[in-house]
């Protein structure tokens, strides 16, 4: 069974970079059949969704937080990675990690982390 | 800008059916798959429909998708409504400049 699961610090200062970790275990992430990506939820608001990353490194970012976002990943590990700088208060969220499918233009989320809730605060 | 609007709130009573809808600003519905999910409160997202009417193995039959180009709109219709139907549903799809874009979410009460 497929499971993801995020972590990583739960208060980040403003200005700082937000830096979060997503485990993937039940599936290799170097699978060619999918992708990984992070979406995330300003408390009480609707869902944000951030980027993507493929196995091999290739990206897709929300053209919105492009300039912030660097998403990585280790296979040796089965993990990928998100790191948002700059942050500000309006950065406050859960973060989820999810399985991405992409097939041509099209990308949807069929497995999703528990997420984490990131404050951004002094 | 594309955007994709779904009402705030619907309501309806157990064992009654509910259409949920998600208009598209700009563009024809019909030229980019939909996408529904389903988050209960305290959890996840999971999703319901895909490529605008499948279903994901084991999500009921009573969820359904469909698309109507003379609104511009997606929808999602939930038959038979169950109290732990009760959650929110957000749209989701895509643009030439933004891979991936979600509605604004509708919070369904069963009453």
């Known amino acids: 069974q497929l499971q993801l699961q995020e972590s990583g610090p739960g208060l980040v200062k403003p200005s700082e970079t937000l830096s979060l970790t997503c485990t993937v275990s039940?599936?290799?992430?170097?699978?060619?059949?999918?992708?990984w990506g992070w979406i995330r939820q300003p408390p009480g608001k609707g869902l944000e969704w951030i980027g993507n990353i493929y196995s091999r490194g290739s990206t897709y970012y929300n053209p919105s937080l492009k300039s912030r976002v660097t998403i990585s990943v280790d296979t040796s590990k089965n993990q990928f990675s998100l790191k948002l700088s700059s942050v500000t208060a309006a950065d406050t969220a859960v973060y989820y990690c999810?399985?991405?499918?992409?097939?041509?233009?099209?990308?949807?989320?069929?497995?999703w982390g528990q997420g984490t809730l990131v404050t951004v605060s002094s | 800008n594309f955007m994709l609007t779904q009402p705030h709130s619907v309501s309806e009573s157990p064992g009654k059916t509910v259409t949920i809808s998600c208009m598209c600003s700009?563009?024809?519905?019909?030229?980019?798959?939909v996408q529904w999910y389903q988050q209960r409160p305290g959890s996840a997202p999971t999703n319901v429909i895909y490529e605008d009417d499948q279903r994901p193995s084991g999500v009921p039959d009573r969820f359904s998708g469909s698309i109507d180009s003379s609104s511009n709109s997606a929808s999602l219709t939930i038959s038979g409504l169950k109290p732990e139907d009760e959650a929110d549903y957000y749209c989701?799809?895509?643009?030439?400049?933004?891979?991936?874009?979600f509605g604004g979410g509708t919070k369904l009460t069963v009453l």
């Open positions: 989701q799809s895509y643009d030439i400049s933004n891979p991936v874009l």
């Open positions: 999810a399985r991405t499918i992409v097939v041509i233009t099209l990308h949807y989320f069929d497995y």
């Open positions: 700009s563009g024809s519905i019909a030229s980019n798959y």
């Open positions: 039940g599936d290799s992430i170097s699978s060619n059949d999918y992708h």
